[in-house]
């Protein structure tokens, strides 16, 4: 994994997130998919989430622009938006009218399974057409003028791409034309929800070079959610491991992937084969992620969890500050050590 060397520039957090609860309601009774979950997002950084499925990333993503199905509710917690006049507002008071013009002109979100966002029957134009008239009532030779701008940054052939309807396109530039309408309004912050899934190894890389030259360019922050560590490793300034709807660790992009100081963050490390250097043994993590519905007393991972002792089953570790901007909610973070057994090999 190459782990990325952008540094972003921070000042007042643009976004914060605290003690943010997220619940659903099902048949068998209140599950807690985010619990209590708090970090902070600055301008023109870069943020990745990262865990398993069912870790509550996409749910904490959907619940910033209040996207959540309607068994889906915020009943703790705050999402501290800085407007551009300097501002502070709380997103979870917003009314319906400020969360509309919230989305897309001031946080905008890239879903998972993007490719299937485009209306199958609407040529490209006319879809990012109706994005700004939704909003904005610009002029069309300046949404055309917008749009040509966007497309070309995303390395698309402008002329050719407003023309044609999703079919015609490629996976790859079906991707890149909703990562280009989803800027069409100047979003400071944009949510990508696992940019890269279901892409070929060459897209992914060419994804990566898109978004990575477009915040340079258009200085947005970025909250991006993966489970792909090779990602967050290339496009993030800071990581944030969650685990059974926590963030279990928060730290800048080298200490996570270099000295990660919780032991499930290792084990998503150490899970990852190498593509160059040493052959080292992959190991999983034993077991499978907790049933929300019945979370294990004490620590939620420690059935699974190789540092576990006694305590672990019983107190539930608070986020311990490791070093400046480095947390984890583990008992025996200094222990955590990043290792990684090299596999013999013979001539
Ligand atoms: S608190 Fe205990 S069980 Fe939880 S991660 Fe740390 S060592 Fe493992």
């Known amino acids: 994994m190459e782990v990325s060397s952008v540094t972003a520039d921070r000042g007042e957090p643009i976004l914060s997130v605290r003690d943010l609860r997220v619940e659903y309601l099902t048949s068998a009774g209140t599950v807690a998919a985010v619990d209590g979950a708090s970090f902070e997002l600055h301008a023109g950084e870069s ?25 889906g509710r915020t009943p703790a917690g705050e999402i501290l938006y800085r407007r551009r006049d300097g501002r502070v507002v709380d997103v979870l008071r917003f009314s319906n009218e400020e ?10 979100m890239v879903f998972q399974a993007a490719q299937n966002a485009l209306n199958p029957v609407a040529r490209v134009w006319d879809q990012m057409l109706d994005t700004v008239r939704a909003h904005r009532s610009d ?64 897209t992914q890389r060419a994804i990566i070079d898109v978004l990575r030259s477009l915040r340079t360019q258009l200085h947005f922050s970025m909250l991006f959610i993966s489970h792909d560590l090779s990602l967050a490793a290339e496009l993030a300034d800071r990581v944030a491991t969650m685990y059974a709807g926590k963030v279990v ?34 190991s999983s993590i034993p077991g499978a992620p907790p049933s929300l519905l019945n979370l294990p007393s004490g620590c939620s991972f420690h059935p699974r969890c190789m540092y576990a002792r006694e305590r672990c089953t019983s107190d539930s570790p608070p986020l311990y500050s490791v070093n400046s901007g480095h947390t984890s909610a583990c008992h025996y973070w200094s222990e955590v050590q990043l290792q990684r057994k090299l596999v013999e090999t013979r001539d």
């Open 249 to 282: 660790e928060l730290g800048g992009v080298r200490d996570i992937f270099y000295d990660p100081k919780h032991p499930y963050t290792l084990g998503l490390i150490n899970a990852v084969p190498p593509v160059a250097g040493d052959l080292y043994e992959i």
């Open 139 to 202: 002029s069309r030779d300046k949404i055309r003028e917008r749009c040509e701008r966007l497309l070309g940054m995303v390395q698309l052939e402008p002329r050719r791409v407003l023309h044609a309807f999703p079919h015609e396109l490629s996976g790859g530039m079906r991707q890149r034309v909703l990562i280009a309408m989803s800027l069409l309004l100047d979003p400071q912050i944009l949510v990508l929800d696992e940019p890269t899934t279901a892409l070929d190894i060459l």
């Open 47 to 71: 943020i990745a989430l990262i865990g398993e499925s069912g870790s509550g990333k996409t749910t904490l993503g959907l619940g910033l622009l209040r996207l959540l199905p309607k068994s």
């Open 99 to 108: 969360m509309r013009r919230f989305r897309w002109q001031e946080c905008a």
